[in-house]
């Protein structure tokens, strides 16, 4: 109602609100200790944290800002949460670029975004970022060229190319297991992302592609002025049920030269 205050977080929630950035300034370290001396139950906060996919950035800024603050057991469970998302993105870096080479060389386009390349884009650390696949999108009539590299590099496709070409059948996206690694890779196209208000037009988002590093290796992705709609009609979808989601436009937003006018 008009003239009503917000209603207060809950302190565990304002807490992850708080840390869900690549840096934090005065103010906002400063809110963090008073919100950390508050907390009594971080058992439940490291849950909602990995819930949230905030894991590396809730553990970074205690860390830095407060480590006084929590709990010795805590803060040890904290950073192990920190290592096994850092080390399961390099793991997942690692399948893109096998991937993305793969690709190449069959002659294949397609446009890795979400996963370790946002890592990269929004936050400048892969560390930083928890994410859990990889997404990756190409052109519906590339297809049947995607296949045979995937299944080259081990990855088991959850539908057969003879089921998933059929214009009868529109999955939600097409998806590949690959069980060396435990990697689940999303392949998208623009008949698979119907859930766009207006269809993507991928010809011509290709066509301003920016550079990005991923683990020390250049590859390209989408323009922050591309990726920040296809971020939010994502959120949208899942009905943004994770704070990570958020975090990523707020990063990538602040990080970026954006375009607003493209935007």
């Given at each position: ?5 917000a ?9 992850l ?6 840096s ?26 990995t ?7 809730l553990?970074?800024?205690?860390e ?7 709990p010795?057991?805590?803060l ?5 949460d ?17 991937m993305l ?6 002659g ?21 970022r928890?994410?859990l ?14 296949y ?13 190319f ?8 529109i ?9 060396a690694?435990s ?30 590093s ?12 591309d ?27 602040s990080?970026?030269n954006?375009d607003?006018?493209?935007?």
């Amino acid at each position: 109602m008009i003239g009503h205050a917000a209603p207060a977080l809950p302190p565990q929630i304002e807490l992850l609100t708080c840390t869900a950035c690549p840096s934090l300034d005065a103010a906002r370290a400063s809110r963090l200790r008073q919100l950390a001396a508050a907390i009594s139950d971080w058992e439940a906060l490291r849950i909602a944290a990995t819930r949230h996919c905030l894991a590396p950035l809730l553990s970074t800024h205690l860390e830095a800002h407060c480590s006084g603050d929590v709990p010795s057991a805590a803060l040890s469970a904290l950073r192990r949460d920190f290592h096994d998302s850092a080390e399961r993105g390099l793991q997942l870096a690692a399948d893109l670029l096998e991937m993305l080479e793969a690709f190449r060389a069959a002659g294949t386009e397609v446009i890795p975004y979400k996963g370790p390349v946002l890592a990269a884009q929004a936050y400048g650390r892969l560390a930083l970022r928890q994410f859990l696949d990889l997404d990756i999108i190409l052109r519906q009539r590339d297809l049947s060229r995607a296949y045979p590299p995937l299944i080259a590099l081990g990855y088991v496709p959850e539908l057969p190319f003879e089921i998933a070409a059929s214009p009868r059948h529109i999955p939600g996206q097409y998806l590949f297991n690959r069980e060396a690694s435990s990697t689940i890779l999303e392949l998208h196209t623009e008949r698979t992302l119907r859930y766009f208000p207006v269809p993507l037009d991928l010809d011509a988002l290709a066509t301003r592609l920016v550079p990005v590093s991923v683990a020390n290796h250049p590859l390209l992705t989408f323009a922050p002025a591309d990726a920040l709609p296809i971020l939010c009609v994502h959120g949208s979808k899942h009905f943004w049920e994770r704070l990570g989601w958020i975090a990523d436009i707020a990063a990538l937003a602040s990080a970026s030269n954006v375009d607003w006018e493209q935007t």
